[in-house]
């Protein structure tokens, strides 16, 4: 007769493993990192020659204000930054004045959009906005799930 | 069976990719365009002087005819200009672009087709000649004197003379203008020609003969003003970005990209402003510096461009960087 009786779905108890477990994903995905400053204005004077950018890199925190003086010193050039669709171009012997927040982070290219040469495809360089924020945050969750996964294995050494 | 059939049909594809269709294109650029276009349509291929520059660099059209001039960048932008007096500028021409003009000229004479962007250390030898000719007087155009030039000639002026170079002295148009009530201004030195003809140090000493009570830097701010009273307008100081401040600076200091290329280094224009008088200046735009470097712009610019040029020139002078 007992037999007979159908088993109710068995409902995971919730541990305190587990609650641990909920509380830190959440605390990766929402906690602030530190390190936001007050916003810095730069200013960036640019050049573009044939096939490089100089500076090739800049490197700028999160909500800082980029003032960019862009100047060309062989051809005609352009520059275009990738994520912040920023599409400027600068002949030589005129500057051109622009200037953007840098309020997404993460690392963008910048690359030259007029055709100016055999090499122009290379012609690339990158701006860092830091901290980056994915990052830092896909790291600390892969490390909670890698833990959580050798404390689940620990617990249970072998079926 | 079926295999030869393919094979036929694969070597016909191919005999299409391979002669067919470069026949079109050839057949459509040479046979149907020019057949259907009511008038000449020329194609020019624009590349830096290093790699040959335009080509055809020559093209010749009657007064009245109806032409269209293409003209296709293949290595770096470049900027297409027409000139003298025909205001033509297609702007940039980017490499797979192309720039399109038509237009029927009216005036015989010789025209130039120029780069006006700064494309190598060769740029300003980019040109081609557009020969505009009558057909009733064919090769009968007049060659017109320049009458700045030829009074410099007839006074014996040294067009090439090494200019001098102010010291202590810094000139400001704008605090010219705030005093300019202030002073007794004789008539000569309203008269634009005859600021023309005269070096701000020439129009300072006529100017302290009227008003000996005024301190001098006053006096010299006022003539800052006059020798650069005409604004500059849009089109002046666009055409000086894209022809001079590739080696003389966008600001006029000589120190634009261009400038280490040349055999003499550009003039910064407040150096020898003061010292320089306007038709000089004129005549070494129209003409070009004799082995300076500096290239003639007298193909290129009418009589009234470079005059406004010169007018440019003082107020970059004169004014604050």
Redesign the interface.
């Known amino acids: 007769m007992s037999q007979a009786a159908p088993v109710p779905a068995q409902r995971r108890p919730i541990t305190a493993g587990r609650a641990i477990l909920l509380v830190l994903i959440v605390g990766v995905l929402l906690v602030p990192i530190p390190g936001f400053r007050t916003p810095q204005t730069h200013n960036i004077v640019i050049d573009a020659s044939q096939f490089e950018f100089s500076p090739a890199r800049l490197t700028v925190n999160r909500g800082d204000i980029v003032q960019v003086t862009l ?6 050039h352009g520059f275009f930054l990738d994520g912040y669709g920023i599409d400027f ?1 600068v ?5 051109q004045e622009f200037t953007f927040t840098a309020d997404r982070s993460g690392k963008f290219r910048y690359r030259c959009s ?4 055999a090499l122009h495809p290379f012609m690339i360089g990158e701006l860092v906005v830091g901290p980056n924020e994915l990052v830092w945050r896909a790291s600390a969750l892969a490390a909670v799930a890698v833990g959580a996964m050798l404390l689940h294995a620990r617990k249970r050494p072998s079926a | 069976m079926t295999t030869t059939r393919g094979n036929r049909a694969a070597l016909v594809m191919l005999a299409f990719i391979v002669v067919g269709v470069p026949a079109l294109i050839i057949g459509y650029q040479y046979g149907l365009r020019p057949a259907l276009a009511d008038h000449r349509v020329v194609d020019i291929e624009a590349l830096a002087p290093e790699n040959g520059g335009f080509s055809p660099d020559v093209v010749r059209v009657e007064v009245g005819e109806t032409i269209t001039l293409r003209f296709a960048a293949d ?3 470049h ?1 297409i200009a027409i000139g003298p007096g025909l205001g033509i500028d297609l702007g ?1 021409v ?3 672009h192309v720039g399109e003009v038509t237009f029927t000229p009216q005036e015989p004479g010789t025209y130039t087709y120029y780069c006006n ?4 250390a060769d740029h300003w030898r980019m040109r081609g000649v557009l020969e505009v000719v009558d057909p009733n007087s064919p090769g009968g155009v007049n060659v017109q004197l320049d009458p700045i030039i030829e009074a410099l000639g007839a006074a014996s002026v040294d067009i090439d003379s090494e200019p001098e170079v102010a010291e202590g002295i810094f000139p400001d148009r704008s605090r010219g203008e705030r005093s300019l009530d202030t002073v007794e201004v004789p008539p000569s030195l309203r008269d634009p020609d005859w600021r023309l003809s005269h070096s701000p140090a020439e129009g300072l000493e006529v100017l302290q003969a009227d008003n000996p009570d005024t301190p001098e830097d006053v006096l010299v701010d006022v003539v800052a003003y006059l020798w650069s009273e005409t604004p500059p307008t849009d089109e002046i100081s666009e055409l000086f ?1 894209r022809n ?4 003389h ?2 600001r006029g200091r000589g120190d ?3 400038a280490a290329t040349t055999l003499e280094e550009p003039v910064a224009y407040p150096e020898v402003s003061w010292h320089r008088r306007g038709d000089i200046w004129y005549a070494k735009i129209m003409r070009g510096g004799m082995g300076t470097d500096m290239p003639n712009f007298g193909t290129l610019f009418t009589e009234e461009e470079t005059r406004l040029l010169v007018d440019y020139l003082r107020y970059l002078s004169f004014t604050e960087s």
């Open positions: 100047t060309a010193s062989d051809v005609v171009r002949e030589p012997g005129t500057s007029v055709a100016c040469g | 290595d770096v932008t900027g940039h980017d490499p797979g962007t700064w494309c190598s970005a001079c401040a590739a080696c600076g966008e634009g990209p261009g």
